[in-house]
């Protein structure tokens, strides 16, 4: 698990450079996947740990201040929230050892696709709550580095326009994440459990 995290780290921080940063640019984070995948695999301490590590990692490499350390709190959030998840719907989010498989085939065969449905629905669900939630973290943060340093560490942080007119900073921040999380949450949340489903079918999770 030490080795996962440590790989996952690793890809949080490129995905993160590669489309956010100087790569094909896009306007996405990409910074959760492994830790997704992780905290399905292993659980929440090694969930937690991956996505502290990513922000350690990541930051120090573009580092602007000490204020961006604080966005590990997104990190960490994610995995607290994806690890949650994956105890309510431990049927649909967890992974059966291949002696089970054998065992209940045709179980299995005669509900595959309601269980890939429901996987589906769930992971849609947990994308949104996902976004929703660290959209207002992310904002929270950059709002409160925004009031105590200085304009230019503000704006590294800060990802509103003027485009939204007069809204309180606090909002402003929020609502301004919501798009680009959308569409981050909903692709980082399939990949992580994608990886996280091919890696369970040679290890059953210890949750």
């Known amino acids: 698990m030490f080795l996962l995290c440590i790989f996952g780290t690793a890809l949080n921080v490129i995905f993160n450079k590669v489309f956010a940063g100087s ?20 659980g ?15 930051h120090t490499m573009s580092f602007w201040g000490w204020e961006g350390y604080l966005f590990s709190l997104c ?21 059966m050892s291949d002696k089970n498989k054998t065992e209940n085939t045709s179980f299995f065969k005669s509900r595959r696709l309601d269980n890939i449905m429901s ?10 709550i996902l976004c929703f939630a660290i959209s207002i973290m992310g904002g929270l943060i950059a709002s409160f580095i ?3 340093k200085t304009p230019q560490s503000a704006n590294l942080a800060s990802q509103h326009s003027d485009f ?3 809204l309180p900073l606090v909002l402003k921040e929020i609502v301004s994440r919501i798009p680009i999380n959308i569409i981050d949450r ?11 489903y091919v890696i369970g079918k040679y ?3 210890k949750l």
Do not use: H, Q
């Not at 996405?28 to 905290?39: A, E």
């Open 75 to 95: 990190n960490i959030l994610t995995a607290v929230i994806t690890w949650k998840f994956s105890r309510i719907f431990i049927s649909e989010l967890t992974f």
């Open 23 to 42: 790569g094909i640019g896009l306007p996405l984070y990409m910074d959760t996947v492994l830790t997704i995948t992780v905290t399905f695999i292993g």
């Open 164 to 166: 939204y007119g007069r």
């Open 186 to 196: 909903i692709i980082s949340v399939f990949a992580g459990f994608g990886i996280a």
């Open 203 to 205: 290890k059953t999770p």
């Open 146 to 148: 925004e009031i105590i």
């Open 119 to 128: 996987r589906i629905f769930i992971l849609m669900l947990l994308s949104f």
């Open 44 to 58: 929440l301490f090694w969930g937690c740990l991956t996505g502290v590590l990513t922000n350690i990692v990541g």
